[in-house]
């Protein structure tokens, strides 16, 4: 169930769809010898979308994803009766999108503009864009992971380098002193100012966790 909670003109559109295998050529008439199946599908699908106008200036939307709904949300949803308290939008704007879900006690960071002063609870700042999920077990401890949507593909020289991922190094602030659980080769942890400055090699789309005590 997809619940958008903002107020946008949303298109729909549900149809049957005729294709062909990604392995056929409509042009020569054959099956590539990799390909299996049979050559025509169907199906129906929907797609959704929101209609922004043209040259939309601070457009913006905010839905959720229940994948396990029952007949009773459906049908709130559909009377604008669904209520959830779970989460708290903690911020939404062209620098990040953070979120607080309440009964797993984590924030969901989505980092989107660089080495700027966030001004929400735990990070301060991070030094490239980057998916941060942060659960705050008690105040002396918490657990932190970390993914860098950016696979890069761009060598020590600068030129691109299709299909092989080089590492690369995120700073990630921490407000407060923390110090690593267990050693890891992967991060290097320093303390200024009173917060600890995170060094994490990030490489291949790979999540790294992280423990952190006071």
């Given at each position: 169930?997809?619940?958008?909670?903002?107020?946008?003109n949303i298109s729909?559109?549900?149809?049957?769809?005729?294709?062909?295998?990604?392995?056929?050529?409509?042009?020569?008439?054959?099956?590539?010898?990799?390909?299996?199946?049979?050559?025509?599908?169907?199906?129906?699908?929907?797609?959704?979308?929101?209609?922004?106008?043209?040259?939309?200036?601070?457009?913006?939307?905010?839905?959720?994803?229940?994948?396990?709904?029952?007949?009773?949300?459906?049908?709130?949803v559909k009377t604008?009766?669904?209520?959830d308290a779970s989460?708290?939008?903690?911020?939404?704007?062209?620098?990040?999108?953070?979120?607080?879900?309440?009964?797993?006690?984590?924030?969901?960071?989505?980092?989107?503009?660089?080495?700027?002063?966030?001004?929400?609870?735990?990070?301060?700042?991070?030094?490239?864009?980057?998916?941060?999920?942060?659960?705050?077990?008690?105040?002396?401890?918490?657990?932190?992971?970390?993914?860098?949507?950016?696979?890069?593909?761009?060598?020590?020289?600068?030129?691109?380098?299709?299909?092989?991922?080089?590492?690369?190094?995120?700073?990630?602030?921490?407000?407060?002193?923390?110090?690593?659980?267990?050693?890891?080769?992967?991060?290097?942890?320093?303390?200024?100012?009173?917060?600890?400055?995170?060094?994490?090699?990030?490489?291949?789309?790979?999540?790294?966790?992280?423990?952190?005590?006071?």
């Amino acid at each position: 169930m997809y619940h958008l909670i903002t107020d946008n003109n949303i298109s729909l559109k549900l149809d049957h769809q005729y294709s062909y295998h990604n392995k056929y050529s409509i042009n020569t008439g054959k099956m590539n010898p990799k390909g299996n199946g049979v050559k025509e599908t169907e199906g129906d699908y929907a797609v959704a979308w929101i209609n922004h106008g043209i040259a939309p200036k601070n457009a913006n939307y905010q839905y959720v994803i229940y994948p396990f709904s029952d007949q009773k949300s459906i049908q709130q949803v559909k009377t604008g009766n669904f209520k959830d308290a779970s989460y708290t939008v903690i911020k939404a704007d062209s620098l990040a999108h953070i979120v607080f879900d309440k009964p797993s006690q984590t924030y969901g960071y989505s980092i989107l503009k660089t080495d700027q002063n966030l001004n929400v609870p735990y990070i301060k700042e991070v030094s490239n864009p980057a998916l941060i999920m942060l659960q705050v077990n008690n105040e002396n401890f918490i657990n932190l992971s970390i993914v860098d949507p950016d696979l890069n593909f761009i060598d020590d020289l600068g030129k691109p380098s299709p299909g092989q991922s080089y590492p690369k190094e995120i700073e990630i602030t921490v407000l407060g002193t923390w110090n690593i659980k267990e050693n890891e080769s992967s991060v290097r942890v320093k303390h200024k100012n009173g917060n600890t400055l995170l060094s994490i090699e990030v490489q291949d789309g790979e999540t790294y966790y992280y423990e952190f005590l006071k």
